[in-house]
């Protein structure tokens, strides 16, 4: 690999797991503690949410920026056939991502309701979730693929 193709992607190459790690746990714990903020120490609690979700936003520029993110959204004439399979079967596993949180959200919204289990109820309780199933639903294919990918030995 080039230095010019190492910036390209901001050494996502190198640690790719580590971004996608970083940024589905960054959001996730970054919207525990702002929606929690009551329960975990007021606005210190909220803007530590903030911060991590903004983490998360810096670690999905990281993706979007690298190779994962190409190969992930391109349309088929622009990848060759290891490229090609490669990215469908993230696209499977991507889908079945997306439907397994949607189908546990449906079973969630069915207890909560009948057992009086945590809604959201205000705006910005609702828009941290819509941005977290965005962030996830964007993402996945491109993370798939960096999570997946063993990394190609140099030949020298």
Known sequence: M???????????????R?????????????????????AAGGAVAAIAGLLLM?????CFLLLYRSDFWRRGHAPDAQLDERELML?????LAAYQGVATLFLLAVIYL?????FGLWLPTT???????????????LSLPAAVLAWTERPVADAE
Do not use: C, K
């Open 2 to 16: 080039s230095v010019e193709e190492e910036s390209m992607d901001g050494g996502l190459t190198s640690r790719p």
């Open 18 to 38: 580590a971004i996608v790690a970083a940024m589905y746990g960054s959001y996730a714990a970054g919207a525990a503690l702002h929606l929690g903020q009551d």
């Open 54 to 58: 903004v983490a998360a936003g810096a």
């Open 87 to 91: 990215r469908n079967r993230a696209y």
């Open 110 to 114: 069915a207890f909560a309701v009948d």
């Open 123 to 137: 705006y910005e309780q609702a828009s941290t979730l819509v941005w977290g199933v965005l962030l996830f639903t």
